[in-house]
């Protein structure tokens, strides 16, 4: 068990499992509410922990870029905490392509950008900026944690929204910035 584990104490479990991912087409088909987009994500810590806020936001789907980690590498895995098998997953998708078919199956495709201010039409994910827009089917994308979202991936989304910082704090983890941005998506859905 120690040679197969990457952990250095593993618990002494082993199971064999298909691939469960979906493609892009059936996840659309169920109508999603609410989907999480990790573009060019590397890190699989982060991209595991986001797969289960996503799951526990109440999320529909997960979609990961070609240009990010493999939701099957074991430390995304292990991070998702379980998840993985509780939500569908799209794996590969080409970014442009993903917000092009979002955006037809009636979801709004926001950018979680720290650096987006209302002066350049981008909103501001606090009480003031929060309204109606929150309520709507919404895709999330987020970027890698070092470098955001690129330029030609950011200009995919209706609008990019910045997660205020009201401290000192330079940034926050993208998996904070997805847990905020997802459940206020998901309470605005659920209250309207």
């Known amino acids: 068990m120690a040679e197969l584990a ?12 298909r691939f469960l991912d979906v493609s892009l087409a059936d996840l659309l088909a169920a109508r999603p509410r609410l ?16 797969l289960r ?4 936001a109440g999320a529909q789907g997960v979609i990961f870029t070609a240009a990010s980690v493999d ?11 379980g998840s993985l098998f509780h939500l569908p997953v799209v794996t590969g ?7 092009a078919a979002l955006r037809d199956a009636g979801l709004q495709v926001l950018a979680a950008d720290g650096s987006a201010t209302t002066a350049a039409g981008g909103r501001l994910l606090d ?7 929150l309520a709507r089917p919404t895709a999330w994308l987020f970027g890698n944690e070092a470098w955001g979202l690129p330029p030609e991936v950011l200009s995919l989304a209706d609008a990019p929204v910045a997660v205020p910082i009201y401290g000192r704090a330079e940034s926050l983890n ?14 605005a859905q659920r209250a309207g």
């Open 53 to 56: 806020t996503a799951d526990a």
């Open 71 to 81: 939701p099957y590498n074991s430390k995304c895995v292990r991070s998702s905490a």
């Open 127 to 133: 009480a003031a900026g929060a309204g109606p827009w």
């Open 35 to 50: 989907v999480a987009v990790l573009a060019s994500v590397r890190d699989p810590g982060n991209a595991g922990t986001v």
């Open 174 to 187: 993208l998996a904070a910035a997805a847990a905020v941005c997802l459940y206020a998506s998901a309470a």
């Open 93 to 99: 998708a080409e970014p442009g392509a993903a917000a």
């Open 6 to 17: 990457q952990t250095v104490t593993p618990q002494g479990l082993l199971a064999v499992c």
